[in-house]
């Protein structure tokens, strides 16, 4: 276990140090190191998939997870190997967004070189419900992070999962200087914690970067997300076991894109020479109407037989049009997407489809995970 590191005179943490690539170690006189990376939200779909970009990539990486009381980690299960074998390079910790004391023992231990701070209440309908724990789980578990990373004095580079939803109702195209107009309790949280991160950047020099990335999808995105929901109706429908799908507002616009493509910018961004905000989307907007069209064309339907509007899905402010203009991060970062809308609603179905037949098979096992 690395010891941990005295934090500097004004309790500022260390300016991030200049970082050799990946799995090479520094070269030079220098020894070889695997470089360390923590990961919060390591449970969600975004967190799946960049702790399996990291680990690609040779990191040796440590996912912060909740308790729950039930198994949550289904999505990591293709890279979870039991800690007790050699070599095991991806770790899972106990902790919680709300507990400051578990953060600063878990980054002061880990001494990370890179953060991902990706854990937060993601649900925009259900943060008008719970506002207050939205806030504390999404705004203040950022604040956190950062004051654990100045109170471990801990030298590590920041990124800081913020959105789309920031922006509301401003109009789109929305870029890194459009102004921020959130319009639910999530979208305030993920405004409050933008700025912290800006904050920290400025007055402490830490390296902190935004990526501001508009909605992007997969088939391990949650069930109760608009497009998983009808990708997952569509396979019971085509398997005649259920009938109905019920929805809520189906004329707001949304960017979607593929989320494994996004999680490849959130490292891009920390090997920067320096931190900043990027705004990553694709440039085109669809309904869940024109979702629920192809969706349940590909599988031979009829959108409209089957789908229902329950104005309880509404919510009591909605955000009617994200489309982002991503073009600084194609020219600083190189970054473009490449799944379109089309592609990325029929490996959701298929995915859902396949699912489905592998439930119904009884081919799915359960992986127990006690760590
Ligand atoms: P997600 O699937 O909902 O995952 C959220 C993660 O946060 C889960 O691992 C969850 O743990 C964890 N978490 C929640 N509350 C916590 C707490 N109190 N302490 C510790 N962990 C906690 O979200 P996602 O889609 O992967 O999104 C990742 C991040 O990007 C989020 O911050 C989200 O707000 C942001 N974002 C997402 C999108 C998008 O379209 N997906 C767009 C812009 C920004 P459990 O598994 O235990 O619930
Ligand atoms: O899938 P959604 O719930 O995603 P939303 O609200 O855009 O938020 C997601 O993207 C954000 C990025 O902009 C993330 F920050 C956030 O964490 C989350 O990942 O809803 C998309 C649209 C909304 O306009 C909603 O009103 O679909 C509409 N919708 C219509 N019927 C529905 C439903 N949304 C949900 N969840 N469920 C419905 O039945």
Avoid at 106 to 121: K, N, V
């Amino acid at each position: 276990m690395a010891p941990a590191t005295a934090p500097s005179v004004e309790g500022r943490p260390r300016p991030a140090r200049r970082l050799p690539p990946a799995g090479e170690g520094t070269g030079g006189s220098y020894p070889r190191r695997v470089r360390k990376a923590l990961v919060t939200g390591v449970t969600g779909q975004d967190g799946s998939y960049l702790a399996e970009l990291l680990l690609a990539k040779g990191y040796e990486v440590h996912g912060l997870i909740r308790r729950a009381s039930t198994f949550n980690t289904q999505r990591l299960d293709p890279i979870y190997r039991d800690p007790h074998e050699s070599g095991v390079r991806f770790l899972m910790h106990y902790a919680d967004l709300s507990d400051s004391g578990s953060l600063v023992n878990l980054i002061r231990e880990l001494q990370p070189e890179e953060i991902y701070h990706l854990g937060a209440q993601t649900h925009v309908k259900v943060s008008f419900e719970i506002p207050e724990y939205t806030a504390d789980a999404t705004g203040m578990g950022t604040a956190r992070m950062l004051e654990a990373i100045r109170a471990s004095g801990v030298e590590t580079r920041f990124y800081q999962a913020s959105s789309s939803e920031m922006f509301g109702s401003a109009p789109p195209p929305q870029s890194e200087s459009t102004a921020f107009h959130p319009r639910s309790p999530y979208g305030v949280a993920k405004v409050f914690a933008y700025w912290f991160a800006v904050n920290y950047r400025e007055a402490h020099g830490l390296f902190a970067s935004n990526g501001i990335l508009f909605n992007h999808e997969s088939p391990r995105r949650g069930e109760t997300f608009v497009t998983r929901k009808i990708t997952r109706a569509v396979a019971r429908i085509a398997a005649g076991i259920q009938d109905k799908l019920y929805l809520g507002n189906l004329h707001s616009k949304r960017d979607w894109g593929y989320a494994p493509e996004y999680v490849e910018v959130m490292w891009q961004m920390l090997q920067q020479d320096e931190p900043a905000d990027y705004v990553i989307a694709t440039g085109e907007a669809h309904t869940p109407q024109e979702f629920c069209e192809l969706a349940f064309d590909h599988a031979g339907l009829d959108w409209e037989r089957h789908v229902e509007v329950d104005e309880s899905y509404f919510r009591p402010s909605e955000v009617d049009y994200l489309c982002g203009d991503s073009s600084l991060a194609k020219k600083a970062l190189g970054w473009e997407p490449k799944v379109r809308f089309p592609e990325l609603v029929r490996l959701m179905v298929d995915a859902d489809v396949q699912l489905l037949e592998d439930e119904l098979a009884g081919r799915l096992v359960r992986q127990d995970r006690d760590h």
